[in-house]
């Protein structure tokens, strides 16, 4: 398959056609870089400035493309002129194909013109001198740092600013997205820690309210139709104070509200005893000392889905709630009649599990929930120390 060279850029024909017609000119008006009679001059007349100049102006079309081979045809041909009268616009275009070499070569290729351009200098300023003793040989090196080095050097030094620029750049979008990521990531947590302050704070009121119901409708008597709607009243106010809470949160929040109204671990006793007002035989031993805020709303939390998960899914028995703090973690254990019923006394959308094996892995705590025997257990385990609560 033919080879397709690659589309100069639009810049780089602009350049071209300027030098070509530079040099063009320079030719036409007769004006050289050196004399007939100087004896480096080989080839005599305008016209043979021509090839070199036209072979440059070529090369400057792939002076961002292929720099690397412009370069190098470039140097033959800024040799060739040399036999020549020469002609300034072939020197100048020279001068730019090795910056061009530099800036857009690849890395190594870069760094080697540029350190091969000042070791020609070097020579050229010293060979000559070693050689004829006089003080214009010094002029050689002076021309060769100007149209080999000089145009190196800048290449180099606009090409670190341009990397550079381009890191700056690149950490900029980086921290961009991060700082994205970090805000879906808090949005994500925050959705997901007031899901579970929703399920656990309403789940438990209507649970019993639904249970109570169709306690009321189904049994014919006066007085236990009385009770559960007693029981039903008791439990929709205390929703509807969970859910202004809430609320409250969602509105004013960072001014303090939730610390305020967060439920603790004193507030377990009237958790039990709603519960048994709700019909569980619950029991509760706690055995524990100052805990943290978050240590004591997740502890909180779990025993109140864990009674819900009771009122809605255990046999009749006795349900036991224990509160230990050993070895600096507070365990926590819910025990619950488990055996074979026809279907939960009222539904349930399978997130409690969840919620609370979140609310213990948000503490760097543990765990667990399943049957054991005749008993449906749950077991979390959370660390009391501020590094881990926080």
């Not at 050229?124 to 050097?153: D, K, N, Q, S, Y």
Request: glycine share 10%; with cysteine; hydrophobic share 45%.
């Amino acid at each position: 398959m033919p080879v397709r060279l690659p589309r100069p850029h639009r810049f780089d024909v602009y350049v071209a056609a300027g030098g070509l017609l530079g040099g063009l000119l320079l030719v036409g008006i007769g004006l050289g870089t050196r004399k007939s009679a100087d004896p480096i001059t080989l080839f005599d007349g305008p016209w043979p400035v021509l090839p070199p100049l036209v072979v440059t102006a070529c090369c400057e079309l792939l002076r961002r493309t292929a720099p690397r081979t412009a370069l190098l045809v470039g140097t033959a041909a800024i040799c060739a002129d040399l036999v020549t009268q020469g002609n300034l616009a072939t020197i100048l275009m020279f001068t730019d194909l090795v910056y061009a070499a530099v800036l857009y070569g690849a890395t190594a290729s870069a760094r080697r013109i540029l350190w091969i351009t000042g070791l020609l200098s070097v020579a050229g300023t010293l060979v000559p001198f070693a050689v004829w003793r006089v003080p214009e040989a010094l002029l050689i090196g002076v021309v060769t740092g100007i149209v080999a080095f000089g145009p190196a050097a800048t290449g180099w030094i606009v090409r670190d600013h341009r990397d550079a620029a381009e890191s700056a750049l690149l950490r900029a979008e980086q921290t961009a997205l991060l700082a994205e990521m970090d805000r879906t990531q808090a949005v994500s947590a925050e959705r997901a820690r007031m899901a579970r302050e929703l399920h656990d704070m309403v789940a438990n009121h209507l649970s019993a309210i639904a249970i109570h119901s169709t306690a009321a409708l189904s049994i014919d008597d006066p007085g236990t139709s009385k009770e559960a709607l007693t029981v039903i009243r008791e439990n929709s106010v205390a929703g509807l104070a969970e859910m202004r809470r809430l609320i409250g949160i969602l509105r004013d929040a960072g001014a303090g509200t939730e610390p305020a109204a967060a439920p603790t671990l004193g507030g377990l006793t009237t958790l039990v005893d709603g519960a048994r007002a709700n019909g569980l035989d619950v029991h509760l031993d706690t055995d524990h000392g100052p805990v943290p805020a978050p240590v004591e709303l997740a502890a909180y939390r779990i025993v109140q889905e864990s009674l819900t998960n009771a009122l809605k899914h255990a046999c009749p028995g006795k349900v036991t709630v224990a509160l230990a703090q050993r070895d600096g973690v507070l365990r926590v254990r819910v025990a619950s009649p488990y055996g074979h019923r026809p279907g939960p006394r009222a539904p349930g959308s399978g997130a409690g599990l969840v919620g609370m094996r979140e609310r213990a892995a948000l503490l760097g705590g543990t765990f667990d929930a399943g049957a054991e025997g005749a008993l449906w257990t749950v077991h979390a385990t959370l660390p009391l120390t501020e590094g881990d609560s926080a």
